[in-house]
C-alpha cells in the first residue's frame, strides 16, 4: 500500500507543475521583465542547484529569473 500511496502522490505531484523548459516558454511569450521560479520540486534536494533551475527556463528566456527558497524577500 506504502509503493501504491508513493507511486500516485509522485504521478499528482508532477501533474500539477510545470517543467522549467515550459515556464521558459510562457514566461517569453508573455514578455515578463522577471522571472521567480518558486514551489520547486523536489525543492529539498541539494544536489539540485539554482543554475540546473534556471538552465531549464534559459534555453527560452533571456530576462533575469530568481530561484525561490523559503523566507526570500522580492
Excluded: C, N
Excluded at 499528482?12 to 510562457?26: C, F, L, P, Y
Excluded at 539540485?48 to 527558497?69: C, D, H, K, L, S
Aim: glycine letters at 6%; proline letters at 3%.
Amino acid at each position: 500500500m506504502w509503493r501504491s500511496w508513493r507511486r500516485s502522490t509522485r504521478a499528482r505531484t508532477k501533474a500539477a507543475h510545470t517543467v522549467t523548459e515550459d515556464v521558459g516558454r510562457i514566461a517569453a511569450a508573455a514578455k515578463v521583465k522577471l522571472l521567480v521560479l518558486s514551489h520547486l520540486v523536489p525543492g529539498d534536494d541539494s544536489a539540485v542547484t539554482e543554475e540546473m533551475w534556471i538552465a531549464g527556463a534559459r534555453q527560452f528566456y533571456a530576462g533575469p529569473i530568481i530561484v525561490g527558497r523559503d523566507l526570500l524577500e522580492i
